[in-house]
T-cell receptor, first 110, second 114 residues
């Protein structure tokens, strides 16, 4: 089993603050994906990163894949209540197997 | 717009009953998956399929079984439900991609066994 640890597990912040979520593993992955899940729904893909050191931006969200392709981070600038949800990282291998992280539950307080 | 459908959304059932959770996708994806998730927690892979007549067990041991007779349909069956099976079950299919596919999830079935 390829274990991905996310930190923090829970995060509650005020609207407008910045935050970073981390996803760490001892395994190397061919790709790293971030999903967001809202209550009562399935996870929805936010981004895929595939190259070590890659940085992708999606509006106020910045995603980075570690140089060694073992870890990743998600940074949110000026968080909004609409960012509230469960954030999940998932490591992928060439066989289209996906291993999910332990999850970070984010609450943004208006 | 949902291209992967799960039914029922909610199910409350007594111990010992046989149940089947339905999952269908209209995207023609070969790969399909079943994940188990407790509220607000990580996803655990319990079954997956690479295509018709292909089924494999995932990392989390499960008493459920699956079948893949048609590309679009991947039902999960519990022969005798127990309270320990209470959880959310998420079905997903994978769009091929190089080097990474993309998982498309249904909205899940929340199962409660009393």
């Amino acid at each position: 089993t390829q274990l991905l640890e996310q930190s923090p597990q829970f995060l509650s912040i005020q609207e407008g603050e910045n935050l970073t979520v981390y996803c760490n593993s001892s395994s190397v992955f061919s790709s790293l994906q971030w999903y967001r899940q809202e209550p009562g729904e399935g996870p929805v893909l936010l981004v895929t990163v595939v190259t070590g050191g890659e940085v992708k931006k999606l509006k106020r969200l910045t995603f980075q894949f570690g140089d060694a392709r073992k870890d990743s981070s998600l940074h949110i600038t000026a968080a909004q209540p609409g960012d509230t949800g469960l954030y999940l990282c998932a490591g992928g291998n060439t066989g289209n197997q996906f291993y999910f992280g332990t999850g970070t539950s984010l609450t943004v307080i208006p | 717009e949902a291209d992967i459908y799960q039914t029922p959304r909610y199910l409350v059932i007594g111990t010992g009953k046989k149940i089947t959770l339905e999952c269908s996708q209209t995207m023609g994806h070969d790969k399909m998956y079943w994940y188990q998730q407790d509220p607000g927690m990580e996803l655990h892979l319990i079954h997956y399929s690479y295509g018709v007549n292909s089924t494999e067990k995932g990392d989390l041991s499960s008493e459920s079984t699956v079948s893949r007779i048609r590309t679009e349909h991947f039902p999960l069956t519990l022969e005798s439900a127990r309270p320990s099976h209470t959880s959310q079950y998420l079905c997903a299919s994978s769009r091929p991609g190089t080097p990474a596919g993309t998982l498309h999830f249904g909205n899940g079935t929340r199962l409660t066994v009393t």
